[in-house]
């Protein structure tokens, strides 16, 4: 059982806080919340300013969750030594980023999940023989199965429940809006720099499809052209139904057309005079621009 392999670990006066880290990773959001090794990331220096631990979201690799550990349950456990840790380090250091969903709170027998105000959203005692919900004073056995169900908020499959998303599109996500001041500019870059890298392979794969449709569409209006030039003005009405299907051909892929005979070939000439001249250079650049215009017109919306 991970969580009786957890308890062993992280018996009361055998760890530091930096190396209590390693059972509650690897035990905890590793084993029994399904977090891969990569997903969850040790703040091994404990360097101020950085979470303990960092969870990544399944569904983006977004810093859905942080966690703030200590060695000493009562520093969790007492509302009033919570707060401060929610006001000196939560707050103060700026472990809230963002991308940030969910803030956990842990011991070695204390998991409190929080939303970005720090209201209690699930807790979670671990006694000797079971476990406890503090807040109604329910208890459960003291399983594996149990403790995820428990936990399952903060799990790796429940970042892929899209909550975050939802959170962010309705407006109520705190951490989705960014003050502009010069403590959040870097904050601001990394956001921006990360959203231009997610979206760029989207653009080269739809600038990719569109590049394989105007080919397409273009052989098709060569042939019509070359039945046109074989029957000259001979017959009428096939040239007038040939002429349509041209024009049918070209509105059906409209955007493909105006794309490559029309603003790629501007964009390519305007470049060329900046010195870039292979072509795959001129595609990175190309959609490297059409990500920042897409943000850019996210963002005014």
Not at 200 to 226: I, M, N, T
Request: charged share 30%; proline share 4%.
């Amino acid at each position: 059982m991970s969580l009786k392999k957890f308890l062993a670990e992280s018996a009361p006066g055998t760890l530091s806080e930096i190396g209590f880290y390693t059972p509650l990773a690897t035990q905890v959001f590793g084993a029994l919340l399904g977090y891969p090794r990569a997903q969850r990331v040790i703040n091994k220096s404990g360097k101020h300013g950085i979470p303990d631990i960092r969870l990544n979201s399944k569904e983006d690799n977004s810093e859905w969750a942080v966690v703030e550990a200590k060695i000493e349950d009562r520093a969790i456990r007492d509302e009033r030594e919570r707060a401060k840790i929610w006001r000196d380090q939560i707050l103060e250091h700026g472990y809230i980023g963002p991308e940030t969903y969910y803030v956990v709170l842990c011991a070695p027998r204390t998991f409190y999940v929080c939303d970005l105000e720090g209201q209690l959203l699930e807790a979670l005692h671990i006694e000797p023989d079971h476990l406890v919900d503090p807040r109604s004073g329910d208890q459960y056995p003291l399983t594996d199965a149990v403790f995820r169900e428990r936990m399952h908020s903060i799990s790796y499959a429940a970042s892929l429940e899209r909550r975050q998303f939802e959170a962010f599109r309705a407006g109520k996500l705190k951490s989705g809006h960014i003050p502009l001041t010069a403590g959040t500019l870097d904050q601001l870059q990394t956001v921006f720099s990360s959203a231009i890298e997610r979206l760029r392979p989207y653009c080269r794969s739809h600038f990719r499809q569109l590049r394989g449709e105007y080919e397409q569409a273009k052989s098709q209006v060569a042939k019509v052209d070359r039945r046109l030039d074989i029957i000259g003005s001979v017959d009428v009405k096939i040239r007038q139904k040939l002429l349509y299907q041209r024009l049918t051909i070209r509105a059906k892929h409209r955007l493909a057309f105006q794309l490559f005979e029309d603003d790629y070939n501007r964009f390519k000439l305007d470049q060329t005079y900046a010195g870039t001249q292979l072509e795959d250079h001129f595609e990175d650049i190309f959609c490297t621009n059409t990500a920042y215009v897409a943000l850019s017109l996210f963002g005014d919306n």
